[in-house]
């Protein structure tokens, strides 16, 4: 079928052709993410309160002063205790905590969005399908995803939708060699047809 015969019918005909095309060809990615002993901790500065005082010149340079002399103290903060999980590929899991007990900080960290800073330590080990996360660092936002407690989506887009949206603007878009070969669980004619339409 030519681009005009698929124009000719609307571009829903033509993504659904599309979709049902690589649906045959291609099984879902699956992906396990494994950490063990999973530990992170912050090194922060503890600061006294002087008390309120009115800023003069007088107050500000004995600030200054004992600033100079007065050695900053600083404790570990324990931002996760050792832990250790798997999430399954295909299934649901919920993470539940109360408040600031690191929900947010363990999937920001497993999927590649915690800013480890120099006072920032991690322990344990993570790996995806297996393989270390270190050697998959460059690629984790096309391989796991965190959706932040307040993100705003677009009301008229379905859940399914705006995944996919987020996906193609995640490097989804562009069609890498190994997705090609892996387009081998239909009939060869159906594997044909879905390499020829991405």
Do not use: W
Not at 28 to 52: F, H
Not at 59 to 66: G, N, P, W
Not at 169 to 178: D, K, L, T
């Amino acid at each position: 079928m030519s681009a005009d015969d698929f124009l000719a019918q609307g571009s829903e005909a033509f993504h659904g052709s599309l979709a049902a095309s690589l649906e045959v060809a291609m099984a879902l990615p699956q992906m396990e993410i494994r950490y063990q002993n999973l530990s992170l901790a912050a090194d922060v500065t503890v600061t006294t309160k002087d008390g309120n005082e009115l800023p003069t010149l007088a107050t500000e340079a004995k600030k200054a002063l004992m600033g100079l002399f007065r050695s900053k103290r600083s404790i570990r903060k324990d931002i996760l205790h050792p832990m250790s999980g798997v999430f399954k590929p295909s299934t649901t899991t919920l993470v539940l905590g109360q408040p600031g007990s690191g929900k947010s900080s363990l999937m920001k960290y497993l999927s590649g969005r915690f800013h480890v800073a120099k006072n920032i330590s991690v322990g344990g080990t993570v790996a995806y399908n297996g393989v270390p996360s270190e050697a998959v660092r460059s690629n984790l936002p096309q391989l796991a995803s965190y959706v932040n407690q307040r993100d705003f989506h677009y009301p008229v887009m379905t859940v399914k939708e705006t995944l996919q949206f987020a996906h193609k603007c995640h490097g989804g878009a562009a069609v890498p060699p190994r997705i090609l070969q892996a387009l081998t669980d239909g009939s060869p004619e159906e594997n044909a047809q879905a390499k020829a339409v991405i």
